[in-house]
């Protein structure tokens, strides 16, 4: 039996018991979490970016799930995606056909996602908007919030919710374009530059 000087904190390794979890890894994310457009569609866009903590740091293993309707606005009805191993249950990854606007990704090692995505349609009054609902360690509570892409400068000003936020935040609800159909969406959970966070009540 090996004997653990436990007078020494960096001696003493972590047991499941010193572990805070949720640990958001375990059977989660699945193949093709991020890839929600259905392959080769022409309204494709990708969103891309990293979730940073309150010093700046990333977080390697934050995770979010995304909510999008579709470029005409309507939100999707399919029943899924998701295809199943009829052997092993397990997960083959999405079909490539259904558009169902929901996507589920985690971050990498460099505190990085990213998603392929419609671009989404307007939905009444306002600009659209893609929904996020973020997952980190430290969070005892999930924190929303929403991805606009840019290009209607007129919507976005008009739009109910970012009217109501400070000028000087609104730019972190706003993702920033990028070459190529890519937009860049950072998510800072606190700190300088904080993400605005949505309650629902």
């Not at 010093?55 to 309507?74: R, V």
Request: hydrophobic share 35%.
């Amino acid at each position: 039996m090996t004997k653990i000087d436990t007078s020494r904190p960096e001696s003493v390794l972590p047991t499941p018991s010193h572990t805070v979890g949720p640990f958001y890894g375990y059977a989660l994310p699945f193949p093709g979490g991020g890839d929600i457009a259905p392959l080769g569609h022409p309204d494709t866009v990708t969103v891309q970016g990293y979730v940073y903590d309150g010093a700046g740091k990333p977080i390697p293993d934050a995770f979010l799930e995304l909510w999008g309707a579709d470029p005409e606005g309507a939100l999707p009805r399919v029943d899924g995606s998701i295809r199943r191993d009829p052997a092993s249950g397990g997960y083959l990854g999405r079909n490539g056909v259904e558009f169902t606007g929901w996507g589920r990704v985690q971050t990498d090692a460099n505190g990085h996602w990213y998603v392929r995505t419609l671009r989404p349609g307007a939905r009444g009054a306002g600009a659209p908007y893609v929904s996020v609902c973020v997952f980190a360690r430290g969070l005892l509570v999930h924190l929303f919030t929403r991805i606009y892409l840019p290009g209607d400068d007129a919507a976005l000003a008009a739009d109910p919710l970012l009217s109501q936020v400070d000028p000087a935040r609104r730019d972190t609800l706003v993702a920033r374009e990028e070459p190529g159909g890519t937009y860049r969406f950072d998510i800072r959970l606190q700190g300088e530059g904080e993400t605005v966070f949505l309650e629902f009540t």
